[in-house]
């Protein structure tokens, strides 16, 4: 399969803890709208959409910016965030907020923070019709190692990598990536830097994924310090 014909990845918003069906429809058909004319996303259907987002494997970033509001537009690393994929984002989501609180600290402490703060919590919801799972895996692999180079990201929640080798549509695997990198650039520069800044920086160079994501002991110790008042 050519690189070359990968299609343009749809990328749509949601504030977190919105988790129902007609909330997740509702962000679908205000993404539609919203969106220019000639864009991937105004192309499609409003029920291709929902079946791109709901029905078909997606990879999904959550993020929140825990900076005092005092500090909105200070310095430091306002970010914290998780990088999942799914074949039921409703599900998934419903499960991080409803049952992941119970049995992992990390996530107790963001779903509180959510509740406090439901605005500076978002969900980026990536969706692709050539996504299968060993694509998503890969799309969540690259993700996690990128937003750990991220000068404004304090905190990757995640405790392990799951790198996959050959597949389908492997060969568009690089193609696919970089254009829902640069989707994520537009929507919130700050957060998702341009991807040369990313390949370029010491940080990513030096620090590989699987070594620094594999330590869920270190995790859960920076996870409790950078949520600590």
């Known amino acids: 399969m050519d690189s070359s014909s990968a299609p343009q990845p749809v990328v749509m ?6 988790s129902r069906d007609e909330d997740f429809s509702k962000a679908i058909a205000e993404y539609k709208q919203r969106e220019a004319v000639g864009s991937q996303g105004s192309n499609l259907e409003e029920r291709l959409l929902e079946e791109l987002f709901l029905r078909y494997p997606t990879v999904y970033i959550v993020s929140a910016d825990i900076r005092d509001s005092g500090k909105k537009h200070g310095g430091g690393s306002p970010y914290v965030v998780y990088v999942g994929e799914t074949n039921d984002i409703r599900s998934r989501t419903r ?3 409803e049952l992941d ?11 509180r923070f959510m509740r406090n703060n439901h605005d500076r919590v ?10 299968n799972k060993s ?11 990128y937003m750990q180079s991220v000068d404004s990201v304090k905190l990757v929640m995640n405790r392990r ?13 690089d193609s696919i990536f970089s254009k829902a990198w640069q989707t994520l650039h537009q929507m ?6 341009e991807e040369k800044a990313i390949l370029d920086s010491a940080l990513f160079k030096a620090s590989p994924s ?5 330590n869920s002991g270190g995790l859960k110790r920076l996870f409790c310090m950078c949520w600590s008042r």
């Open 161 to 173: 990598t799951n790198a996959q080798d050959m597949y389908y549509t492997s060969d568009e695997f």
């Open 101 to 111: 609180p119970r049995t992992r600290t990390d996530w107790e402490r963001l779903v």
């Open 135 to 145: 694509l998503t895996l890969d799309m969540e692999n690259r993700l996690m190692g």
């Open 95 to 97: 499960q991080h907020i």
């Open 122 to 131: 978002c969900q980026y919801i990536i969706g692709d019709r050539h996504f």
């Open 13 to 18: 918003t949601l504030p977190y803890g919105d």
């Open 210 to 214: 699987a070594s620094s994501l594999t």
């Open 188 to 193: 919130e520069p700050d957060l998702f830097p």
